[in-house]
């Protein structure tokens, strides 16, 4: 690549520009063969630390040749490497075949090198001095590349010492936000870049602007795709689980997908049907984000609650995005609970029979749930979706349940005279227990592990219950934050059709 620049400057150099500056040898350049390759590097890492604080470049003994471009792109990527591990706190496995990945911002990097560097005239081995451009497109790709490196090292140092310290926790933040802070390093890193392309090139403003578009593009691809990354966590064994609970990204193919769609199939005409003169509950839990199990195990506690206690067994569906059940359930996606919905109105008597359902997932100050698992890509669902498909579908009487933080931001959009909404915590704070290393939220364990299963039938008796027990064992876990203070609003209709609920439950014990 280097000599394809370097011919490129040779060719351009024939026409004078019309303000170029007088030129004079660099100390070490391409043409020299002799040079102490530890001082070039060292001159050449100092230079690339003054432009990344945006002070104009000084091109005066100034290293380029093809083995400083070499190494200066190992030590980017072994430096990518390290750092990133260090954004993982306990075990992460390596994926050495990110390797043949990531390679269009170089490209672009170097063609930009190629578009702007200035036309001069040269003599051969002379280079400009007091001028702040360019003297090849050579030169003006090494000092690129070596800006590169420094500003991705202080990025993702940052970032690492950000998570160690505890203090990087874009969970509190609507989805918005979380957009926002997650742009603004390659946003501020661009401009650093631009305008350094800027004062090292001619400043032709089409060309300027081609390039510009042209590394934006490769950065947000790259952001956009959720390109994959050389580690991932692993999870910790507990006392209660000896095996490998190790989370994996599954390989997506077109076989697991039409399985997919066959196991959703099943499951729903699979479902029992109302039986006459009975209020029977029909249990749906959906828990959308993947990547942490403890969701998956409270869905399944609740489903065991529901079917046991309720009354649900043969009446009930799990729908989970995880690794290990890619097999068994079907995926948590808004189209399947769309689905889920409707079949399951169709299966009840939607004028007498209650439809339960429960969400388990990471929550944003909005009220966005958390949903994917990479490298399946899964839409949030809002309250106003489920409040669509739960009109459409006819059914009346719903008990909705929603564990995540800033919950409260659910009630209001599905509470009616027929709903029951309860959440794990209001429109303000954040719950807890949705880490990598608990088996179940504080909400899922208070309010059904321990209320449902054992002590009573009703949901706002267990839910008040439940209340001071999540707010002791957060003050005793140390939450900061505040009392998640977890939120329930019943209509009057519900209520009674609940009443009518446990009265048969309790009679058939």
Same mark, same amino acid.
């Given at each position: ?6 011919? !490129? ?26 040079? !102490? ?14 432009? %990344? ?20 792109? =190992? ?49 051969? *081995? ?14 003006? =790709? ?23 310290? *505890? ?6 933040? %609507? ?50 795709? !959720? ?64 990547? #942490?199990?403890?969701?998956?195990? #409270? ?15 043969? &009446?009930?569906?799990?729908?989970? /995005? ?13 189209? /399947? ?9 169709? &299966? ?7 439809? =339960? ?51 409260? !931001? ?43 299963? /054992? ?11 439940? &209340? ?7 003050? #005793? ?33």
């Amino acid at each position: 690549m280097t000599e394809f620049l370097t011919a !490129n400057s040779a060719a351009h150099s024939a026409e004078p520009e019309g303000d170029a500056l007088p030129l004079a040898p660099v100390a070490a350049s391409q043409e020299d063969p002799g040079v !102490n390759h530890a001082a070039a590097l060292r001159r050449l890492l100092v230079e690339a630390m003054r432009v %990344s604080i945006c002070l104009k470049p000084k091109w005066q003994g100034l290293p380029a040749s093809p083995w400083l471009i070499a190494l200066l792109m =190992f030590f980017y990527l072994s430096c990518h490497i390290g750092l990133q591990r260090l954004m993982f706190v306990g075990a992460a496995r390596f994926y050495w075949q990110v390797l043949a990945s990531g390679w269009l911002e170089f490209a672009a990097l170097a063609w930009g090198c190629y578009c702007l560097r200035p036309v001069s005239i040269q003599a051969p *081995g002379n280079h400009a001095t007091s001028d702040s451009r360019a003297p090849d497109a050579a030169h003006f =790709f090494v000092l690129a590349l070596a800006q590169m490196l420094v500003l991705n090292v202080v990025i993702c140092t940052i970032g690492a010492l950000l998570i160690h310290m *505890g203090w990087y926790d874009l969970s509190k933040l %609507s989805m918005s936000m979380q957009w926002l802070v997650y742009l603004v390093p390659p946003v501020v890193v661009l401009f650093i870049q631009c305008l350094f392309f800027w004062r090292a090139s001619d400043r032709r403003v089409l060309a300027m602007l081609s390039v510009i578009i042209a590394m934006a593009a490769a950065g947000a691809l790259g952001i956009s795709t !959720n390109a994959t990354q050389f580690w991932y966590p692993v999870q910790e064994k507990t006392e209660k689980n000896e095996e490998d609970t190790e989370i994996k990204s599954p390989e997506i193919t077109q076989e697991i997908f039409e399985e997919q769609a066959l196991l959703l199939n099943q499951k729903l005409e699979a479902l029992q049907a109302h039986r006459p003169g009975i209020i029977d509950l029909y249990s749906l839990s959906f828990a959308p984000y993947g990547e #942490e199990n403890v969701f998956l195990n #409270e869905t399944s506690m609740v489903t065991q609650v529901m079917a046991k206690r309720f009354d649900a067994e043969g &009446r009930s569906l799990q729908l989970v /995005n995880n690794p290990g059940t890619i097999h068994s359930l079907p995926w948590a996606t808004p189209l /399947n609970l769309q689905r889920a919905i409707q079949q399951m109105a169709k &299966r009840m008597d939607v004028n007498e029979d209650i439809l =339960f359902l429960h969400m388990s997932s990471h929550g944003a100050s909005d009220g966005e749930l958390s949903a994917g698992m990479w490298p399946l890509s899964v839409k949030s669902v809002t309250p106003e979706d489920l409040k669509k498909w739960l009109d459409e579908a006819g059914v009346k009487y719903r008990v909705i349940s929603i564990s995540a933080c800033f919950a409260g !931001n659910w009630v209001a959009p599905l509470s009616d005279a027929k709903s029951l909404v309860m959440t794990a915590s209001d429109a303000d704070h954040t719950s807890y227990g949705c880490g990598s290393k608990s088996d179940l939220t504080f909400f899922g364990r208070a309010m059904y592990d321990e209320q449902l299963r /054992n002590k009573t039938l009703s949901f706002e008796t267990a839910h008040a219950a439940s &209340r001071p027990i999540i707010k002791q064992r957060e003050e #005793e876990a140390g939450k900061s934050d505040g009392y998640s203070n977890p939120q329930i609003a019943v209509g009057e209709e519900i209520r009674g059709r609940l009443k009518l609920l446990e009265q048969r439950l309790q009679a058939r014990k």
